[in-house]
């Protein structure tokens, strides 16, 4: 069974997109971005979240995204940048779909959206 790190990663263990039972899973959380890095085609974001609504303690959550070109990745990870540099506040909200989880992050009346890239159908492939 392949667990692809798209997905979510938190205390070590990796959501596992290929086998989630439910059609849809929706998760809101809010902390603190701490960095964000650019490796070969992913961007990784390091957090502490909560879960919104909650005063349970904060854990230290891993996402990482790949992108489709680097001029995006870079755009992605200068918002990142300055959303930690001035140590902002992030809503992070995680929809689990049949597609693959889709993390929108907020901070301010900025959001940045990753998504799951959709599949390569037989028009596509034409193109």
């Not at 039972?21 to 603190?32: A, V, W």
């Not at 680097?70 to 992030?90: H, M």
């Not at 597609?99 to 009346?109: A, L």
């Amino acid at each position: 069974m392949s667990r692809r790190r798209v997905g979510l990663q938190s205390g070590g263990v990796y959501a596992d997109t290929e086998t989630m039972g439910k059609p849809t899973t929706t998760i809101s959380l809010s902390g603190q971005l701490l960095f964000a890095e650019q490796g070969e085609g992913t961007v990784t974001i390091d957090c502490l979240l909560t879960r919104a609504g909650t005063d349970g303690p904060s854990l230290p959550v891993t996402l990482e995204a790949r992108f489709p070109g680097r001029a995006r990745a870079r755009a992605a990870l200068e918002v990142l940048d300055e959303w930690a540099s001035r140590v902002a506040t992030v809503e992070v909200v995680i929809h689990e779909t049949a597609k693959g989880p889709s993390v929108e992050i907020v901070s301010g009346m900025a959001r940045l959206v990753l998504e799951p890239e959709p599949e390569a159908g037989p028009q596509a492939d034409a193109a």
